[in-house]
T-cell receptor
Framework: DTGVSQDPRHKITKRGQNVTFRCDPI?????LYWYRQTLGQGPEFLTY????????KSRLLSDRFSAERPKGSFSTLEIQRTEQGDSAMYLC??????????????FGSGTRLTVV | AQSVTQLDSQVPVFEEAPVELRCNYS??????LFWYVQYPNQGLQLLLK??????LVESINGFEAEFNKSQTSFHLRKPSVHISDTAEYFC????????????FGTGTRLKVLA
């Protein structure tokens, strides 16, 4: 297993355009998380999936954001009508159940979004 | 709700000197504690974690952290740093049940000087 993969690594888009990011978690991990990291800050929670069910969404996730995890495997994060304030690193992480000794997130390398 | 405070935004230190990166947390429920390291333009890598058991946890590259429940701290230490330790370090907490979402601190940039 090669870890958590995110695609693309970088995305430059014009304001108002839609973008979609993909995350492929570690195959045996049933939990998947999206975080957003802006310059000089720690990552902030956006949303969480357990298998295919989206169980929690942050208030940071406006109506322009939507995330899916069909079939409990890969996940996509879509941002519609992008704004300059959406410029950030979008991080995906996956993990086993928190009750296991091996619990701990494995992060992908992130997708850096620049809205111009 | 949980919160994490990393008071030091930047810590410069000379190579082979010891270092301590401070992390304090606030929570009304039990938490798990983590330290992650982030190299430029990369994602976060797990450095070490406290889930239960011994309050002193160690990483394979010489870092250690001690969970202090009374002081609500989880400071990261290394007795002798290398140039390659230059990176940003994030402390995080999660609840021990539910979504297990992380709350991160704002990070400490460790710069090791030759």
């Amino acid at each position: 297993d090669t870890g958590v993969s995110q695609d693309p690594r970088h995305k430059i888009t014009k304001r108002g355009q839609n973008v979609t990011f993909r995350c492929d978690p570690i195959s045996e991990h049933n939990r998947l998380y999206w975080y957003r990291q802006t310059l000089g800050q720690g990552p902030e929670f956006l949303t969480y999936f357990q298998n295919e069910a989206q169980l929690e969404k942050s208030r940071l996730l406006s109506d322009r954001f939507s995330a899916e995890r069909p079939k409990g495997s890969f996940s996509t994060l879509e941002i519609q009508r992008t704004e300059q304030g959406d410029s950030a690193m979008y991080l995906c992480a996956s993990s086993l159940d928190g009750r296991t000794l091996n619990y701990g997130y494995t992060f992908g390398s992130g997708t850096r979004l620049t809205v111009v | 709700a949980q919160s994490v405070t990393q008071l030091d935004s930047q810590v410069p230190v000379f190579e082979e000197a010891p270092v301590e990166l401070r992390c304090n947390y606030s929570s009304s429920v039990s938490v798990y504690l983590f330290w992650y390291v982030q190299y430029p333009n990369q994602g976060l890598q797990l450095l070490l974690k406290y889930l239960s058991g011994s309050t002193l946890v160690e990483s394979i590259n010489g870092f250690e952290a001690e969970f202090n429940k009374s002081q609500t701290s989880f400071h990261l230490r290394k007795p002798s740093v290398h140039i390659s330790d230059t990176a940003e370090y994030f402390c995080a907490v999660s609840r021990t049940s539910g979504t297990y979402k992380y709350i991160f601190g704002t990070g400490t940039r460790l710069k090791v000087l030759a």
